[in-house]
């Protein structure tokens, strides 16, 4: 069965510093990997999406992950934080298999805080 | 370009009434999800769409019912409302399986 893990509820970080969401996975196959994020009252916005092909991929806003294979990760990156940054930050992933299955699943969600 | 709409806003129910939430998209996308967002716990699939006349169950389909008539629109239903569903309910809708969702502000339910 597909999971997703996001160890830590929250990650504080103060502005200009570099910030990691972490976030890894189980598939029996390959994965389709994604990251969004939700600002109050909003629904979920997408980041960035890892599908094949080179394993750093670059997203919206200044973010990235790398897809690391042998430790089923794919966390999220950014070298400078920016206070707008503070929201909530969700990995999901999906098995890479053509058949009509559609299940995304979602980890539980890490709040990420940039102070002043 | 409206997206995903997503109606009512909020709503509050009593334990036993049934209700529907709804969820229209003016992208033509084939794919369509419902999520229920519950605090600690992320986003879990409730019932998901691969186009007109096609549903499936996601991860916690218990209680709800989904069609899917048209393209654009893809319903929930509450069958007997329960305080356990009490909770942030969003619709998500994609081209293709790969390509990223587009979600909805979400439907706040809360039941008495």
């Known amino acids: 069965a597909q999971s997703v893990a996001q160890p830590e509820d929250q990650v504080n970080v103060a502005e200009g510093n570099p910030l990691t969401v972490k976030c890894t996975y189980s598939?029996?196959?390959?994965?389709?990997l994604f990251w969004y994020v939700q600002y109050p009252n909003r629904g979920l916005q997408f980041l960035l999406k890892?599908?094949?092909?080179?394993?750093l991929v670059k997203g919206s806003y200044g973010f990235e992950a790398e897809f690391n294979k042998s430790q089923t990760s794919f966390h999220l990156t950014t070298p400078s934080a920016l206070v707008s940054d503070s929201a909530l930050y969700f990995c999901?992933?999906?098995?890479?298999?053509?058949?009509?299955?559609?299940?995304?699943?979602f980890g539980s969600g890490t709040r990420l805080l940039v102070r002043p | 370009n409206a997206g995903v709409t997503q109606t009512p806003k909020f709503q509050v129910l009593k334990t036993g009434q049934s209700m529907t939430l709804q969820c229209a998209q003016d992208?033509?996308?084939?794919?369509m999800s419902w999520y229920r967002q519950d605090p600690g716990m992320g986003l879990r699939l409730i019932h998901y769409?691969?186009?007109?006349?096609?549903?499936d169950q996601g991860e916690v389909p218990n209680g709800y019912n989904v069609s899917r008539s048209t393209t654009e629109d893809f319903p929930l239903r509450l069958l007997s409302a329960a305080p356990s569903q009490t909770s942030v309910y969003f619709c998500a809708s994609s081209y293709k399986v790969d390509q990223p969702q587009h979600f909805g502000d979400g439907t706040r339910l809360s039941i008495l």
């Open positions: 992208m033509n996308h084939e794919y």
């Open positions: 769409s691969v186009g007109a006349g096609i549903t």
């Open positions: 890892y599908i094949t092909g080179d394993n």
């Open positions: 598939v029996s196959g390959n994965p389709y």
């Open positions: 999901a992933v999906r098995e890479a298999r053509v058949d009509s299955s559609y299940k995304l699943i």
